[in-house]
């Protein structure tokens, strides 16, 4: 029970209560969700949580549905915002002591608190973690929504390999279909990020977003960069893949090996219990170092349960100091970017499982299920064992994916995934 357990972790702390301000803890914590904001599915609301008594939980009565008012008014006493500041003074007048987050707390709400008296117990959010290791209903719905997506990826990306080599498909052409693949899923909510449209120079802007004056049409022989996902009422997805028509120069093949050679090694890895993502970013970097290459991101970050894209507190950045544990969902995204020229990311979110080497140690299981472009792909830079796990990747996106598609679509990921 998520309320009994964080109830113990205040008291364990020494907390008479916790603040909560951020919309994707509370929504979590009492299993509801919203479309107050767009591509992530929360609510606006506070929550104040006691250690030995019902959690009160301030939300427009509008935002939820009579059964979700229903069952939550079994367990939670349901307020008004208004109510929300009369609340936190009587809290300061009590003297209790308040565990907030200071990264995250308005400082409105840490003055109302300490204006009336309250001590303050500052330290990271408590929901975070648990909310960062997912459940068993959690991990397969996340599995489901990464099944759906990769249905409408490869739908996409057959219709890409047609459409490209005509050469009149501009960066809104391509995300607007990728979107409209997605749509045909009567299960999807919304896409969970503006897609990422870049092709040649304009993908390497990292964080670049198509509009309709930098709107570019793709020439066969550059490189296109798409970073996208999508929000299902199973789970959130996060996928990027680099694109090519035509014939693949030696630098775009070198270069694009090196990325995947990093996403792989992540991929494949094995690490002991309490290892941070600072400690492994190192593999995904490590083909590009040795070549005097690097990229100015971070490899990975966590992964919301039909909740936000980017979660905390566990990544893979020198920046993350959280040790990964089971159940945490986490983009692996190693990159490459030449300045004027093209952008190259891989991209699969990663779920870490025990590992089979030893009893104390972790490993990832790949969710995302979609083509790498093979034609990419210089096979001699690969050493064995990364070209059999590319293969047997490939081989479960056809096993998986395959039976789900139409002839023409099914043909052309049989080809997409043949073994290099």
Same mark, same amino acid.
């Given at each position: 029970?998520?309320? $009994?357990?964080?109830?113990?972790?205040?008291?364990?702390?020494?907390?008479?209560?916790?603040?909560?301000?951020?919309?994707?803890?509370?929504?979590?914590?009492?299993?509801?969700?919203? =479309?107050? +904001?767009?591509?992530?599915?929360?609510?606006?609301?506070?929550?104040? /949580?006691? $250690?030995?008594?019902?959690?009160?939980?301030?939300? *427009?009565?509008?935002?939820?549905?009579?059964?979700?008012?229903?069952?939550?008014?079994?367990?939670? !006493?349901?307020?008004? @915002?208004?109510?929300?500041?009369?609340?936190?003074?009587?809290?300061?007048?009590?003297?209790?002591?308040?565990? %907030?987050?200071?990264?995250?707390?308005? #400082?409105?709400?840490?003055?109302?608190?300490?204006?009336? *008296?309250?001590?303050? /117990?500052?330290?990271? *959010?408590?929901?975070?973690? @648990?909310?960062?290791?997912?459940?068993?209903?959690?991990?397969?719905?996340? =599995?489901?929504?990464?099944?759906?997506?990769?249905?409408?990826?490869?739908?996409?990306?057959?219709?890409? !390999?047609?459409?490209?080599?005509?050469?009149?498909?501009?960066?809104?052409?391509?995300?607007?279909?990728?979107?409209?693949? =997605?749509?045909?899923?009567?299960?999807?909510? !919304? %896409?969970?990020?503006?897609?990422?449209?870049?092709?040649?120079?304009?993908?390497?802007?990292?964080?670049?977003?198509?509009?309709?004056?930098?709107?570019?049409?793709? +020439?066969?022989?550059?490189?296109?960069?798409?970073?996208?996902?999508?929000?299902?009422?199973?789970?959130?997805?996060?996928?990027?893949?680099?694109?090519?028509?035509?014939?693949? *120069? !030696?630098?775009? $093949?070198?270069?694009?090996?090196?990325?995947?050679?990093?996403?792989?090694?992540?991929?494949?890895?094995?690490?002991?219990?309490?290892?941070?993502?600072?400690?492994?970013? +190192?593999?995904?970097?490590? #083909?590009?170092?040795?070549?005097?290459?690097?990229?100015?991101?971070?490899?990975?970050?966590?992964?919301?349960?039909?909740?936000? +894209?980017?979660?905390?507190?566990?990544? %893979?950045?020198?920046?993350?100091?959280? @040790?990964?544990?089971?159940?945490?969902?986490?983009?692996?995204?190693?990159?490459?970017?030449?300045?004027?020229?093209?952008?190259?990311?891989?991209?699969?979110?990663?779920?870490?499982?025990?590992?089979? /080497? #030893?009893?104390?140690?972790?490993?990832?299981?790949?969710?995302?299920?979609? @083509?790498?472009? $093979?034609?990419?792909?210089?096979?001699?830079?690969?050493?064995?064992?990364?070209?059999?796990?590319?293969?047997?990747?490939?081989?479960?996106?056809?096993?998986?994916?395959?039976?789900?598609?139409?002839?023409?679509? =099914?043909?052309?990921?049989?080809?997409?995934?043949?073994?290099?």
């Amino acid at each position: 029970d998520k309320l $009994k357990t964080l109830q113990e972790t205040l008291g364990a702390a020494g907390a008479d209560a916790t603040v909560l301000t951020m919309p994707e803890s509370i929504c979590w914590l009492f299993n509801i969700r919203g =479309r107050d +904001v767009p591509n992530t599915p929360v609510v606006h609301a506070f929550a104040i /949580v006691h $250690k030995n008594k019902k959690p009160a939980l301030f939300v *427009d009565p509008d935002k939820l549905g009579n059964n979700e008012k229903q069952r939550l008014a079994e367990t939670i !006493d349901l307020q008004s @915002p208004v109510e929300f500041e009369p609340a936190l003074a009587d809290l300061g007048k009590a003297k209790k002591r308040i565990w %907030i987050d200071p990264a995250t707390c308005p #400082a409105a709400v840490a003055s109302l608190l300490t204006g009336k *008296d309250a001590k303050l /117990v500052e330290k990271t *959010d408590p929901v975070l973690l @648990p909310k960062a290791t997912k459940n068993a209903s959690e991990l397969a719905g996340m =599995r489901e929504a990464h099944r759906l997506d990769a249905i409408a990826m490869a739908k996409f990306l057959c219709w890409f !390999d047609a459409h490209a080599p005509a050469g009149n498909l501009s960066e809104i052409d391509i995300a607007t279909a990728l979107e409209a693949f =997605r749509a045909e899923e009567p299960t999807l909510v !919304d %896409i969970s990020f503006d897609t990422i449209s870049g092709s040649g120079s304009n993908g390497a802007i990292v964080h670049y977003r198509v509009n309709t004056k930098s709107n570019r049409t793709l +020439v066969p022989g550059e490189l296109m960069l798409v970073d996208s996902g999508g929000q299902y009422l199973s789970g959130t997805t996060d996928i990027t893949r680099t694109l090519f028509t035509g014939d693949a *120069d !030696d630098q775009q $093949k070198h270069h694009f090996t090196l990325v995947l050679k990093g996403m792989i090694a992540i991929s494949r890895v094995n690490f002991p219990q309490k290892t941070t993502g600072a400690q492994i970013d +190192v593999l995904a970097r490590h #083909a590009l170092w040795q070549q005097g290459l690097n990229y100015n991101h971070g490899t990975g970050h966590g992964v919301g349960a039909f909740l936000s +894209v980017h979660e905390g507190p566990a990544g %893979i950045a020198p920046r993350y100091h959280v @040790p990964l544990e089971a159940g945490m969902i986490l983009s692996n995204e190693p990159g490459y970017y030449l300045e004027g020229e093209y952008g190259i990311r891989i991209e699969n979110l990663v779920h870490v499982i025990k590992s089979e /080497v #030893a009893e104390d140690y972790l490993a990832f299981e790949t969710l995302t299920l979609a @083509p790498i472009d $093979k034609r990419l792909v210089a096979k001699d830079l690969m050493t064995l064992e990364e070209r059999d796990w590319l293969n047997a990747y490939h081989a479960r996106v056809l096993s998986e994916i395959g039976p789900h598609l139409g002839a023409e679509e =099914r043909g052309w990921l049989k080809q997409a995934t043949a073994e290099i």
